[in-house]
C-alpha cells in the first residue's frame, strides 16, 4: 500500500534530545529537588544523568519513556506521592524547561510543508504530553502544518504500543498500512510495525543503524533526508 499519512516522532527525530532535554532535565531536577543535596543525587543516579558533562546518558529511562512511566521512580526519590497532582506539576516543569531549551533538527518547518503540499497527512508521535509536544511545535512554527499532536496522555496508550498509530489511522480514516511513522528509537519502530504500517528509522537519536535496522522497513540519516526517500518510493 502507498503511504498516505507520516508521524514523527518528536525528540531525537525533530528536535535536537541533547540541546534540548539536558538542559531541560537538570533544571526540572533542580527545581523538584528544591535546594535539598539528597533528593537532588537519587535523581541524578535513577536518571543515569552525566552530572559532569550535564548530559543525559544514553541508557537513561528519559530516552524513550514517558513521565507516566519514569514519574513514578521521581516522585519516590522525593519522597513525594505519585499522583495526578505531582505528574501535572512534573509535566509543566518539563513544558517549561523544555521550552527554554528547544532546538530543531534541520529545516521542520520545511520539511512539513513540503509534505503537506505533495498531500501526505502529517502528525507528531511522541512519548511526551500532548500540551508539551503542541508547545514545542508552536515554538517552532509547526502546527499549522500537522494533523494531529499525539501524546502519552492523548487517549490512545504510549509507544512501543500500537495504539497511536492505530488511533491516529482511525481518526483520519486511512487504513494503519498506509502510516509511515519516523523515529530515532526502537519504541517507534515496534509501535508502527506492530499496526501495520511502515517503519522509518532516523539516525539522529541515541541508537545507531545496527540497533535500528533489524526493526526498521528504512533507515535515514536525518528526518531531511526523508523527501527524497518518499521520492523513491513513490517511483
Request: aromatic content about 8%.
Amino acid at each position: 500500500m502507498p503511504i498516505r499519512a507520516i508521524l514523527f516522532d518528536k525528540d531525537g527525530t525533530l528536535v535536537d534530545f541533547h540541546l534540548t532535554w539536558s538542559a531541560a532535565t537538570y533544571a526540572a531536577m533542580q527545581r523538584l529537588s528544591a535546594g535539598n543535596e539528597e533528593k537532588m543525587a537519587r535523581l541524578v543516579e535513577i536518571n543515569d544523568y552525566d552530572l559532569k558533562n550535564h548530559r543525559i546518558r544514553p541508557t537513561s529511562v528519559l530516552v524513550a519513556q514517558s513521565s507516566a512511566d519514569y514519574g513514578v521512580t521521581w516522585a519516590h526519590a522525593l519522597g513525594e506521592t505519585a499522583d495526578d497532582a505531582f505528574f501535572a506539576r512534573m509535566d509543566r516543569i518539563f513544558i517549561e524547561e523544555g521550552l527554554k531549551h528547544v532546538t530543531p533538527i534541520g529545516d521542520p518547518p520545511w520539511l512539513l510543508s513540503t509534505l503537506k503540499a505533495k498531500g501526505y497527512l502529517t502528525g507528531i508521535c511522541t512519548n511526551d504530553s500532548e500540551v508539551g509536544a503542541r508547545a514545542h511545535c508552536e515554538k517552532l512554527g509547526l502546527l499549522p502544518w500537522l494533523d494531529a499532536v499525539l501524546g502519552y496522555d492523548s487517549g490512545h496508550g504510549r509507544k512501543p504500543d500500537p495504539g497511536p498509530v492505530l488511533g491516529f489511522a482511525a481518526d483520519f480514516g486511512i487504513p494503519p498500512q498506509e502510516v509511515a511513522l519516523v523515529g530515532d528509537s526502537t519504541h517507534d519502530l515496534h509501535a508502527v510495525k506492530a499496526a501495520g504500517g511502515t517503519a522509518i528509522a532516523v539516525l539522529s537519536g541515541f541508537a545507531g543503524r545496527e540497533e535500528l535496522a533489524p526493526h526498521a522497513d528504512h533507515v535515514i540519516d536525518s528526518v531531511m533526508d526523508l523527501p527524497a526517500l518518499l521520492e523513491t518510493l513513490e517511483r
